[in-house]
């Protein structure tokens, strides 16, 4: 079964550097998510794209938070400068359309932990 | 803004038992109610759906049913094992975004 990849699987930065976590979807899914866990709590959502174009951002903290997915396939989420809150799991997940019916499909996510 | 409740955790049960998950959710429309599954240092994956009032979703022997009169979709398994433990995520999905529940952990002792 097709798989959403992400990479790295752990990162370990220090507060005020800068980190990227890239993410494969599916190939076919329009859409894509980025969504970050915070351990005991469930997925936030930070930002949706659909093809290459950014449907939803509202929750994206963009100041210091960017996500970009140039050819509407893989995508990139950059923290700069990374804070101690950033702290947490981020997942991408992938969907072939957008509507209430479709399930996500997710990645195993990048654990992140700032120091 | 739309909601998810769930019922707190953790859970711990020994194998052979009967399993329920309450979760209630808060919606303005008529979302689609999801049960996601996470085992430890994986993503989410998807568990089962339901898309209407009264759908009854199923998989691997777990059910939940759509109950729009109380805002529900408990999750119920008749006789859990040891590979179910994990943490299970209730959802809902409307139009434009997916919103999850916090969260149960289940722990099933053999």
């Known amino acids: 079964e097709a798989e959403v990849a992400q990479s790295p699987r752990y990162k370990i930065t220090e507060k005020s550097q800068a980190v990227a976590f890239w993410c494969d979807p599916i190939?076919?899914?329009?859409?894509l998510y980025w969504y970050r866990q915070i351990l005991g709590q469930g997925p936030e959502l930070l930002v949706q794209?659909?093809?290459?174009?950014?449907?939803?951002d509202s929750q994206l903290p963009k100041d210091r938070f960017s996500a970009e997915r140039l050819k509407g396939v893989d995508s990139t989420l950059k923290i700069q400068p990374a804070e101690l809150g950033d702290s947490a799991m981020y997942l991408c997940?992938?969907?072939?359309?957008?509507?209430?019916?479709?399930?996500?499909?997710f990645g195993n996510g990048t654990r992140l932990t700032v120091t | 803004g739309d909601s998810v409740t769930q019922m707190e955790g953790p859970v711990t049960l020994s194998e052979e038992a009967f399993l329920t998950i309450n979760c209630t959710y808060t919606a303005t429309g008529y979302p689609s109610l999801f049960w996601y599954v996470q085992y430890p240092g994986e993503g989410l994956q998807l568990l089962l759906k339901?898309?209407?009032?009264?759908d009854k979703g199923s998989n691997k022997g777990f059910e939940a049913t759509y109950r729009k009169e109380t805002t529900s979709f408990h999750l119920e398994k008749g006789s859990v094992q040891v590979s179910d433990s994990a943490v299970y995520f209730c959802?809902?999905?409307?139009?434009?975004?997916?919103?999850f529940g916090d969260g149960t952990t289940l722990t099933v002792k053999p």
């Open positions: 959802a809902l999905s409307d139009q434009r975004k997916s919103t």
């Open positions: 794209f659909q093809d290459e174009s950014v449907v939803d």
């Open positions: 190939s076919g899914h329009a859409t």
């Open positions: 339901a898309t209407k009032a009264d």
């Open positions: 997940a992938s969907s072939p359309w957008t509507g209430e019916n479709s399930p996500l499909h």
